[in-house]
């Protein structure tokens, strides 16, 4: 990146930052990527893992947002990553017999705003079920204080996934993408922003990478970057927290996901493989933005609403993992002048040009990531580029090509690898048509196809092809993103720590002290998350998680 001038160069590997390199690789633009931690290590690997419409947005009449994050659900579904997000059946419980006509007629547009998108639906429409059709579907649910459901269909994702396979696509395009890699200030030529200053992390040098624009897609860390070009803001983004948890699939029996409104928001319960996620909460935070913390008050809370639907109630044994992740708050500030101006491109994100050469890019959610991008990388290249439109809605991401001939080869796949049915299916799920290149690994190296040691539901081949092929730098990076131990196992990965390490020893060319570095960096970040989970309030469970090390 430091050899030439870039036409666009983007800081923040989030969903938008990557899906920003991707639409402008793809254009035909000179593409660098720099974040400071790890791919999805914020917002983009923290959150419901739905690819959705938004039902709740109908009840505030938002159809324009409704329809367009429709129409992304749709093709993301069909056409760009249909290895990574797959249908999933929702449950709405209604409590009142008046429910039915109201939430019926809602959930009637929702599926016809899917219909008559620009993209196939690709998801079963909705049903009504009365109380006896619901017990039978989720036993545990308690009905007799209901008058029945409606089943619909939303998408869900493993969002740090799509993440770093959207910035694989964009690398494969030929975008240059460096992570552990942190933005110190902006060069400037006059007004205009020219490049950045930059750290690595990793190698302790400090870089200059130039470029003809720059787009921040910082998320929650938008105004730390502001800070760096000096002046008034335009964007004030603050941050909300929201806390999910894991548990057993067995602990509630249904065929179906649910979803109920609370007080303050929604309540999700969504499968997850074998287990149960349950989500989220909705509290402002202003502390520490790396590593918000779920507290003690937090896991009542969602224990204690999901309870109330629940037959047989959940106490805290039954959580297998928790994760806190913030949301980005949007509040756009208007500027007098041609340069402060800030563009509302909808109600969900804005583009902001507060110098010449910067775009700021904010706000917007997971399942709509692909058209902020575009928006962003419009704005960004308005005036100097002559370049073709954004084309990513014909670009299919890395694993979607092959996907559907390797699901039909599944069983010819097993007996010529050895590997159970089972465990061919979770590798179509995370790598599609890739597939091939974890067997490659694996005829390279027979003792790959084991499970890793504390993580049966993964082959050892995971975590090499993490390194090999996703860019893991760290445990951490494998253990929380690359796969989801951290969060699927009752002891957040610590048995699968050194034995995870060890495989990425030999691909790294770690020595033994590296490795016993990279453990016990893990193993005190588990144990300063589950010392926050006891503590009652916010700034508590903050002064617990952050006793943690950073690795780099």
């Not at 254009?27 to 931690?37: A, I, Y």
């Not at 939430?103 to 079920?129: F, I, Q, R, S």
């Not at 933005?289 to 009542?300: E, F, G, K, Q, V």
Request: aromatic letters at 6%; proline letters at 4%.
């Amino acid at each position: 990146m430091t050899a030439s001038e870039l036409d666009v160069l983007v800081v923040g590997g989030g969903i938008v930052g990557a899906g920003a390199a991707l639409d402008a690789v793809t254009r035909g633009l000179s593409v660098g990527l720099l974040e400071q931690r790890d791919l999805a290590s914020g917002t983009s690997s923290r959150s419901s893992k739905l690819v959705h419409g938004g039902l709740r947005y109908l009840e505030m009449l938002d159809f324009g947002l409704v329809k367009e994050a429709l129409e992304e659900r749709g093709l993301l579904l069909g056409r760009l990553a249909p290895h990574l997000v797959r249908p999933v059946p929702f449950l709405y419980p209604l409590k009142h017999a008046w429910e039915r006509p109201y939430v019926g007629a809602g959930v009637a547009l929702y599926d016809g705003m899917a219909m008559t998108g620009k993209y196939e639906m690709g998801v079963p429409k909705h049903k009504h079920l009365f109380r006896k059709q619901l017990a039978r579907m989720a036993p545990d649910i308690r009905t007799e204080d209901l008058h029945g459901a409606i089943r619909y269909y939303d998408c869900q994702v493993d969002d740090a996934r799509l993440v770093m396979t959207i910035a694989r696509t964009a690398a494969n395009n030929g975008a240059q993408i460096a992570t552990r890699t942190k933005v110190t200030g902006f060069i400037r030529e006059g007004d205009r922003v020219v490049g950045v200053t930059a750290r690595d992390l990793e190698n302790e040098v400090d870089l200059e990478v130039r470029a003809k624009v720059v787009i921040n897609a910082a998320g929650v860390w938008t105004d730390q970057v502001q800070e760096l070009i000096g002046g008034d803001a335009t964007l004030d983004v603050g941050a909300s927290k929201g806390v999910h948890l894991v548990v057993p699939r067995d602990r509630i029996r249904s065929e179906c996901g649910f979803i109920t409104k609370t007080e303050k928001s929604v309540l999700f319960v969504i499968p997850w493989g074998a287990f149960w996620i349950i989500g989220t909460t909705d509290t402002p935070w202003d502390l520490d933005l790396a590593h918000p913390a779920a507290s003690r008050t937090d896991i009542d809370y969602l224990l204690g609403h999901v309870n109330a639907l629940l037959k047989d109630p959940l106490d805290h044994r039954d959580v297998v993992g928790v994760w806190a992740g913030l949301r980005p708050l949007l509040k756009p500030v208007m500027r007098k002048g041609e340069q402060g101006e800030t563009t509302k491109l909808s109600r969900e994100h804005t583009v902001a040009n507060p110098v010449p050469g910067l775009v700021l890019v904010a706000g917007g959610k997971l399942t709509t990531y692909r058209v902020m991008a575009k928006d962003a990388v419009d704005h960004a290249i308005r005036d100097f580029v002559t370049a073709p439109p954004s084309i990513t809605e014909r670009v299919p991401l890395l694993g979607a090509w092959g996907y559907e001939a390797r699901t039909n080869q599944r069983v010819a796949l097993s007996r010529a690898s050895g590997i159970e049915v089972g465990m061919i299916d979770h590798l179509l799920g995370r790598y599609g048509g890739l597939i091939d290149e974890v067997f490659e690994l694996i005829r390279a190296r027979p003792e790959l196809a084991a499970p890793l040691q504390g993580a049966p539901l993964y082959l050892a081949a995971e975590v090499v092809y993490s390194v090999s092929h996703e860019g893991a730098r760290h445990l951490d990076d494998v253990l929380t993103r690359r796969t989801r131990i951290s969060i699927e196992t009752f002891d957040r990965g610590v048995h699968s720590a050194r034995p995870a390490a060890l495989l990425m020893a030999e691909a790294l060319g770690w020595e033994a002290a590296r490795v016993d570095e990279e453990v016990d960096h893990y193993l005190r970040r588990v144990e300063a998350e589950e010392q926050s989970q006891l503590k009652i309030t916010d700034q508590e469970a903050d002064e617990a998680r952050v006793r943690a090390p950073e690795i780099v």
